[in-house]
């Protein structure tokens, strides 16, 4: 449509993290004059019209019925936005016909979806149509991955300038967060393990960073699986659980822009313990919870933590990068918030006002490849997030 009824439609909103982002949106830009038109959708009107209540939005806040499982339903709902933002995972069980849907119409979207298996074979079946179509498709962008994937652009833009070069070597290093794991996280690794074993290729995409850059494969890659003492930080350093699908964003960002990073671009992510022996116990013991990061009773989908728990969350990201004279750049990425819920819910949010200034061309992307430093303005402007050099 020329002209869609909605800026932008929450897919999922009677769900946990969909009604923090319908709250958010609400709370933040409601009442404003230039603010965003916006609708909240879900399969059951009621639920819809519960939720709406109890975050106190408008009586008139639009509601849209649409469902999974009834493609219609979806393609009249993005016939109506330009933007949808969707919380319903794990997007291998729901998330196919509203990509469909998405690339069909022309209409921009994004998720937060951290299932690298089931991006690449979206990418691989609609990356030419969303092309054609205009449709911005954008996975990721909770979470996981946006302060990695722009901390890594940012980290590149400031090497760049000092050097006239990128970096040929950038550590994430998660410094310090406090937050718990989504029910939705825990889900969507379930079922990625259900779908490697029914197609056991899947595997080679879960493993290699280049997993979502098809037809390119970089240089080796530094596993970030093993602990090790990072001699210029006297730290220890263990496994992060987020690590696979972060890396695989980074580089499909570089991928997409024309490898400003270099094609031989080395990238890791882990989370950092503390000096001496303690903190080699420390990570050993973390890249041991490795084999089961949920423990015995993972949080179910559409469980989260109170208020409190989420406003006392935060994160506190690290990036080194080589320099050419042997020192390094230290670059600086921290968030208000539980990462899980209070911050992801408020970068979907920003990342879906941002898609409506866009102009690059459709295709399926990344945050980093699609709104870059655009996105990190408004991250810092709206959402807590601060990016910076340290040092």
């Known amino acids: 449509m020329a002209n869609p009824e909605f800026d932008i439609i929450v897919y999922g909103a009677s769900g946990y993290?969909?009604?923090?982002?319908?709250?958010?949106?609400?709370?933040?830009?409601?009442?404003?004059?230039?603010?965003?038109s916006w609708a909240m959708a879900g399969r059951s009107l009621d639920k819809l019209e519960s939720v709406r209540d109890e975050i106190g939005a408008p009586d008139t806040t639009p509601l849209v019925v649409a469902d999974a499982n009834d493609p219609a339903s979806l393609e009249a709902m993005c016939n109506r936005t330009k933007v949808v933002l969707t919380t319903v995972g794990p997007y291998q069980l729901y998330?196919?016909?509203?990509?469909?849907?998405?690339?069909?119409?022309?209409?921009?979207?994004?998720?937060?979806?951290?299932?690298?298996?089931?991006?690449r074979e979206q990418i691989d079946k609609h990356e030419a149509a969303a092309k054609e179509s205009g449709a911005r498709i954008c996975f990721s962008s909770g979470f996981d991955s946006i302060p990695?994937?722009?901390?890594?652009?940012?980290?590149?833009?400031?090497?760049?300038?000092r050097t006239g070069k990128p970096s040929p070597r950038i550590r994430g290093r998660v410094r310090a967060m406090q937050g718990t794991f989504s029910g939705g996280t825990a889900a969507s690794l379930t079922e990625t393990m259900k779908a490697v074993a029914r197609k056991p290729a899947l595997l080679t995409v879960l493993r290699s960073s280049f997993g979502l850059t098809p037809g390119f494969?970089?240089?080796?890659?530094?596993?970030?699986?093993?602990?090790?003492?990072?001699?210029?930080?006297?730290?220890?350093?263990?496994?992060?659980v987020m690590a696979p699908i972060n890396t695989k964003n980074v580089h499909r960002t570089n991928f997409l822009s024309g490898f400003p990073y270099g094609e031989d671009f080395r990238y890791d992510e882990m989370m950092l313990t503390s000096p001496g022996d303690a903190g080699k116990k420390m990570a050993e013991a973390?890249?041991?919870?490795m084999k089961n990061?949920?423990?015995?009773?993972?949080?179910?989908?559409?469980?989260g933590p109170?208020?409190?728990?989420?406003?006392?969350?935060?994160?506190?990201?690290?990036?080194?990068?080589?320099?050419?004279?042997?020192?390094?750049?230290?670059?600086?990425?921290?968030?208000?918030?539980?990462?899980?819920?209070?911050?992801?819910?408020?970068?979907?949010?920003?990342?879906?006002?941002?898609?409506?200034?866009?102009?690059?061309?459709?295709?399926?992307?990344t945050p980093g490849h699609f709104l870059g430093e655009a996105l990190v303005d408004r991250l810092?402007?709206?959402?807590?997030?601060?990016?910076a050099v340290e040092g």
């Open 217 to 240: 494969e970089g240089a080796d890659q530094p596993s970030g699986m093993i602990p090790r003492h990072e001699k210029d930080l006297d730290k220890w350093a263990a496994p992060f």
């Open 380 to 387: 810092q402007e709206h959402a807590d997030l601060t990016f």
């Open 306 to 365: 109170s208020k409190e728990e989420r406003e006392n969350g935060f994160y506190d990201i690290l990036f080194v990068a080589d320099m050419p004279d042997g020192a390094y750049l230290h670059y600086g990425v921290k968030g208000k918030y539980d990462p899980g819920y209070g911050s992801t819910s408020r970068m979907l949010s920003e990342t879906g006002i941002a898609l409506l200034s866009c102009d690059k061309p459709g295709g399926i992307g």
């Open 293 to 303: 990061p949920f423990g015995a009773k993972p949080p179910k989908p559409g469980e």
């Open 286 to 289: 973390a890249a041991e919870m």
């Open 148 to 161: 990695f994937d722009l901390g890594v652009l940012m980290t590149q833009k400031e090497v760049i300038k």
């Open 95 to 119: 998330g196919d016909a509203l990509v469909e849907a998405c690339v069909k119409t022309g209409t921009d979207y994004a998720d937060l979806c951290g299932e690298p298996a089931w991006m």
């Open 17 to 36: 993290t969909g009604r923090l982002v319908a709250e958010y949106l609400d709370q933040h830009y409601g009442g404003r004059g230039d603010a965003p």
